[in-house]
């Protein structure tokens, strides 16, 4: 068994909880929180299980990297935070710890990541002898295994299309939502997330990794955005009115050049209602999808559509990139100390899983 703690508690780590205590082959031996009223609480608990687990959750990050865990899923956010974030990475691989996380983007693709982000973690790794594996769902394996997988069942392939499509009145992150992406904010308002660079920054790894292994040469990346007002305030569930006139859908993509051709895109469809902008792709059905698109011959396309905490669409797509980084670690215990990728690490079926629930 493999002594394994998980870095926080919100929407990616209650999902790296339930799924730490159901792996065969892992022990869930700690949790960090970053709230003091959740210090002392059960991992259960937290995690939204109907039992305990019989380990309470702690804030003191030294003492529980002393108890030496081989393994650290870290699901605290990197989004606002980066440079904390890959400091406290750093310190749980130079503890000796293999570590799985969604937090930074950059290292996604770490051939090509900054210097200031992949020097750390190469001394870490040097010094400590632990490990990084960093990927999501979008950005992650619904951008680089599952469309590279799908286009190994075409004869020949012209455009690699991989969509996100959701509803983003669903998405437990108020501030990320109306702030990074600026659902709710007047037009005139500069999203974050929109700033040119940024949908590269974040999702031109996966174009490169996508090219990559498909054997072929970038000429470059390039970016599209298009915003949608609201023509009426609505009202969401969980994240109260948008008014009309505000920013209610966002699309971009993210495009890799080859030949002169978008041939490798990564496109969004984001929406705070399905209202807005009902002449862009939707999902199949309910609150969003991830889909896979190879036109060629034959045309495939593929939706995923993942559900969790009570039929919930993001809190399903959080657990599906927990689930891929959580069933990576045995296999990075066993391989040597290094930094790894997408390409790297394989996708692992569910071994002794079959039926098996949290414990």
């Not at 980066?82 to 130079?94: F, N, T, W």
């Not at 951008?143 to 009145?169: H, K, W």
């Not at 699309?251 to 009902?278: K, L, M, N, W, Y």
Request: net charge negative; glycine share 12%.
């Amino acid at each position: 068994m493999i002594p394994t703690i998980v870095w926080g508690t919100g929407n990616v780590g209650r999902a790296a909880i339930r799924a730490v205590a159901a792996h065969p082959a892992l022990n869930l031996t700690g949790v960090l929180v970053h709230n003091p009223d959740k210090v002392g609480r059960d991992a259960g608990t937290l995690a939204g299980l109907d039992t305990e687990l019989g380990v309470a959750a702690g804030d003191d990050i030294d003492a529980l990297l002393a108890t030496g865990p081989q393994a650290v899923v870290y699901a605290a956010s990197g989004d606002i935070r980066p440079d904390d974030a890959l400091a406290d990475i750093v310190r749980a691989i130079r503890a000796g710890a293999v570590v799985v996380t969604p937090a930074l983007y950059a290292l996604y693709d770490p051939r090509n990541a900054p210097a200031e982000m992949r020097e750390p973690v190469l001394e870490a790794i040097a010094a400590g002898g632990g490990s990084l594996f960093v990927s999501g769902v979008d950005p992650g394996w619904g951008n680089d295994v599952l469309p590279l997988l799908i286009s190994g069942l075409a004869a020949t392939v012209d455009v690699v299309r991989c969509q996100e499509i959701f509803d983003y009145s669903t998405y437990d992150q108020p501030d990320s939502v109306r702030y990074l992406v600026g659902m709710g904010q007047p037009m005139d308002y500069q999203p974050p997330m929109l700033m040119a660079s940024v949908p590269t920054m974040v999702w031109g790894g996966q174009i490169r990794l996508m090219a990559r292994a498909l054997g072929v040469e970038l000429d470059e990346i390039r970016e599209t955005v298009d915003r949608r007002a609201l023509d009426t305030t609505v009202q969401t569930t969980q994240m109260g009115a948008f008014d009309a006139g505000t920013q209610g859908a966002v699309r971009f993509e993210v495009q890799g050049i080859v030949d002169g051709q978008a041939r490798i895109v990564i496109e969004h469809v984001t929406r705070i209602h399905p209202s807005c902008a009902p002449d862009w792709p939707t999902p199949p059905d309910g609150d969003g999808a991830h889909r896979v698109i190879i036109e060629g011959s034959p045309r495939i396309e593929v939706s995923v559509e993942a559900t969790d905490e009570g039929g919930n669409r993001a809190a399903g797509g959080n657990a599906t990139a927990v689930g891929r980084l959580v069933n990576a670690i045995d296999w990075l215990v066993e391989a040597p100390p290094g930094l790894y990728d997408a390409l790297d690490v394989p996708l692992r079926a569910a071994v002794g899983k079959l039926g098996r629930t949290p414990r």
